[in-house]
């Protein structure tokens, strides 16, 4: 069972199109601070001339990784209804996502607890450890994570069954 159509997730709010010979980095940083992947969130910090670290040979900013990050925050919040990574402590946030020394572990167990509850649950907790790197360049592309996911769509429908089928159309009634 194919159930005849596709689901489509885009927010376009703050999206640029850049062109086949553009690397498409961006130091804008707007959207929603715990939706942010890590070079977002230091961007304005790597960006600075004033910095020790400033490197003008060192491209800086967020490309397309930072959509797939995104994009792993969106469907988590999707089947949870809550923000991965929210933290009443700003700071607390910011070193756990953006630091790679952080003691704090980057997907706490009770976060995950949820998913873990859910039939497939384990799958989709793979699925977020793959994406969920710091480093832009180990992430993995958007094209992986597309078949990533329709690997564990089909994992996840062969062990629910027919539980898991999608619903017939109903008939003309009358």
């Known amino acids: 069972g194919d159930p005849g159509f596709d689901i489509v997730l885009c927010d376009f709010g703050e999206s640029k199109v850049y062109g086949p010979d553009e690397d498409g980095y961006t130091t804008r940083n707007r959207g929603t601070e715990f939706m942010k992947s890590p070079e977002m969130l230091t961007v304005a910090n ?34 949870t209804a809550q923000f991965l990574f929210f933290d009443d402590d700003w700071i607390r946030f910011f070193i756990r996502v953006t630091s790679s020394t952080c003691a704090e572990d980057l997907l706490p167990k009770e976060r995950l607890a949820p998913l873990l509850a859910a039939p497939g649950g384990a799958l989709v907790v793979e699925l977020l450890r793959t994406i969920f790197v710091r480093d832009p360049i180990r992430r993995p592309s958007m094209h992986d994570v597309s078949a990533l996911l329709e690997n564990v769509r089909a994992q996840v429908r062969a062990e629910a069954g027919p539980s898991l089928r999608p619903v017939p159309e109903a008939g003309p009634s009358g």
């Open 46 to 79: 790597a960006s600075s001339k004033e910095r020790s670290t400033y490197d003008r040979r060192k491209k800086v900013g967020a490309n397309k990784s930072c959509d797939v990050w995104g994009f792993a925050c969106l469907l988590y919040e999707l089947l």
